[in-house]
């Protein structure tokens, strides 16, 4: 069987994170610990619900852990660190537990409050005793949930949690139990953290680099809107749920574009969810029948707006004039432009042309940024190359710039 926990960081009370951290140990090793307590504390949930798990003396000791601190089975990890805060980082135990004795008792139980780092191998010795053959899930989700640019305590958390997923995962090898935790972090948020352990993470990290072309590969990006396709309309064996409802080689297509997969994925950075958004707005202009071209160019205003807004959220932390550099691209009025002339825009610019004194930057770091988030690409000729699909790519000044197709409405910017 399998059971799950969420860790999202939406609304999740970071601050009180940081008061928890270890004052003997430094940087990342400050936070490892409470994140170590907590992710031991849903796996003890997880734990008392296996009614798989054998083990009696650890199931019990777990249980009993959990209900002398109030620690429902209905809470999260939120409600854990509010506990944690309210109690003073203390947490009860019984006293026998200090010295690795977990068997029932008739006896008295002399329970005491220790500091909650006190309680972080006792946790894991029982975890490891437990003896089951479920697997025990745990999704850290939305950690890019409030996170700024030049945060060093941010950054530091997120750090530690890396370390505390790695260390937790090594010192389960040792149960029955198969644990399974899972993190998902925003690649532009990843790629900016520097540590000396990073790099021993490698053989456990999984990017989705999604594939635009028809393929069959498990990355291929049309398996998504296939998968959707063919649930919601319940299209049984149909090979192509794609060309079901899109009339993709609609003759009203410009030259040089295919179909009209390729018209749309161009206008995305090739994630699901852009692709997903798109055909839902085109899904509100088609008039009925297989979608048009036509249809696609009525919904790309729209699209166009919703891409825009989710620049915005990934991109303001990094770039905080990010709103005037966009308007600069839209004073030239072309998706085509050059570095020089992009130059003299932002120069002229009052609000950056003072975050560039303030700062210390120049028109060079502003593009470097938006190369790096693919609002701009690189022109060689006919061929344009943008960092989302060579994270390796780095900006060559001096070559011409192309804005990302899917803002260019947004913009109101020609292609040329």
Not at 156 to 161: D, S
Not at 214 to 225: F, G, H, I, Q
Request: glycine share 4%; charged share 30%; hydrophobic share 40%.
């Amino acid at each position: 069987m399998c059971f799950y926990s969420t860790l999202t960081l939406r609304d999740f009370p970071i601050n009180d994170i940081r008061d928890f951290r270890d004052r003997s140990s430094r940087d990342k090793s400050q936070f490892v610990p409470v994140w170590l307590f907590l992710i031991y504390v849903e796996l003890a949930k997880i734990a008392i619900d296996d009614n798989g798990a054998s083990s009696i003396e650890a199931i019990d000791a777990l249980e009993t852990f959990l209900v002398m601190n109030n620690l429902s089975d209905g809470m999260g990890f939120t409600d854990t660190v509010t506990l944690l805060k309210s109690s003073g980082s203390k947490v009860k135990i019984l006293a026998k537990w200090l010295e690795g004795e977990y068997q029932r008792s008739d006896s008295s139980q002399i329970e005491m409050q220790v500091h909650y780092q006190k309680v972080v191998d006792i946790l894991k010795d029982l975890l490891i005793n437990v003896k089951t053959n479920s697997q025990y899930w745990l999704f850290m989700d939305e950690l890019d949930e409030g996170f700024r640019s030049g945060d060093s305590g941010l950054r530091l958390l997120l750090l530690a949690l890396l370390r505390a997923v790695e260390d937790s995962a090594i010192s389960l090898q040792r149960s029955s139990l198969i644990y399974r935790p899972l993190l998902v972090l925003r690649s532009d948020i990843f790629d900016r953290l520097e540590d000396n352990d990073l790099n021993k993470l490698d053989d456990h990290l999984i990017r989705l680099n999604w594939i635009s072309k028809d393929d069959e590969s498990e990355y291929a990006l049309k398996n998504v809107p296939n998968a959707r396709i063919s649930t919601s309309l319940n299209l049984g064996g149909v090979s192509d749920p794609w060309c079901a409802i899109v009339d993709d080689s609609d003759p009203s297509l410009p030259n040089r574009v295919n179909s009209i997969w390729q018209y749309m994925v161009n206008r995305t950075y090739e994630r699901p969810r852009d692709i997903i958004k798109f055909l839902k707005n085109c899904q509100k202009k088609n008039n009925g029948g297989r979608l048009t071209f036509e249809e696609v160019r009525a919904a790309e205003d729209n699209y166009s707006a919703w891409l825009y807004n989710e620049l915005r959220d990934e991109i303001h932390s990094y770039l905080p004039v990010w709103r005037e550099a966009l308007q600069c691209l839209t004073r030239i009025g072309t998706g085509k432009i050059k570095y020089s002339d992009y130059v003299d825009q932002l120069n002229s610019d009052r609000v950056i042309s003072k975050w560039f004194k303030d700062q210390g930057k120049g028109p060079e770091d502003v593009v470097e940024i938006l190369f790096d988030f693919g609002v701009v690409g690189n022109l060689d000729g006919k061929r344009w190359l943008f960092k989302y699909k060579d994270d390796d790519l780095a900006w060559n000044p001096s070559m011409d710039l192309i804005v990302h197709f899917g803002l260019n409405r947004k913009l109101r910017l020609f292609k040329w």
